[in-house]
């Protein structure tokens, strides 16, 4: 089973430019979505409410790392080089038995993930897995994103984004995980 693990800085990003419920709905049918507890419970302690409909609604999994396991050990020893949320949810990422994609905006996170070998994408990366692969409409995520087209915008924006037509055509054919 395919897995969509988001950090909280990706998910704020999509919750902040209205498209958390339509990327979570569209890709629910394609595998699970996931937030590590850590995650669910601290770093997105303001956004409690949508954590839990979303949860509640079964749109959203919350995975626990459990102290002592592989995925426990593993945990601690990413700790010493990356923060609580990052550690956890790579952690996961590593132990789960699904094929799992990372969303993060988070350099040091993506790094992480990609020296283990796991798949690591961002916010335009996810939207385009929506509508790729799970069938979002383009033209709502082309509206949510037009925020992008103002260069001082900061909201997640890639740090190369030309416009919403031209990074949605080079994602798409970088596309590796599908």
């Given at each position: ?22 990327v979570l709905e569209a890709l629910r049918p394609h595998g ?96 385009v897995e929506a509508c790729e692969l799970a069938g979002m ?42």
């Amino acid at each position: 089973m395919r897995s969509f693990l988001f950090d909280a800085d990706a998910f704020r990003c999509l919750h902040g430019l209205k498209l958390l419920d339509p990327v979570l709905e569209a890709l629910r049918p394609h595998g699970a979505n996931v937030l590590t507890e850590y995650v669910a419970c601290h770093e997105l302690n303001l956004l409690a409410g949508v954590v839990d409909l979303h949860a509640k609604a079964g749109a959203l999994l919350i995975e626990r790392v459990v102290k002592g396991t592989p995925a426990g050990v593993r945990y601690r020893e990413l700790q010493r080089i990356a923060d609580k949320g990052e550690a956890e949810a790579i952690a996961w990422a590593l132990e789960a038995s699904s094929s799992t994609l990372v969303v993060t905006r988070d350099k040091g996170a993506r790094v992480l993930a990609i020296a283990r070998r796991i798949c690591v994408t961002d916010v335009m990366g996810i939207v385009v897995e929506a509508c790729e692969l799970a069938g979002m409409d383009r033209e709502l995520a082309k509206t949510c994103l037009a925020v992008w087209d103002d260069p001082g915008q900061q909201l997640c924006r890639p740090n190369t984004y030309p416009g919403f037509d031209q990074t949605y055509a080079e994602r798409t054919h970088q596309r590796t995980w599908a």
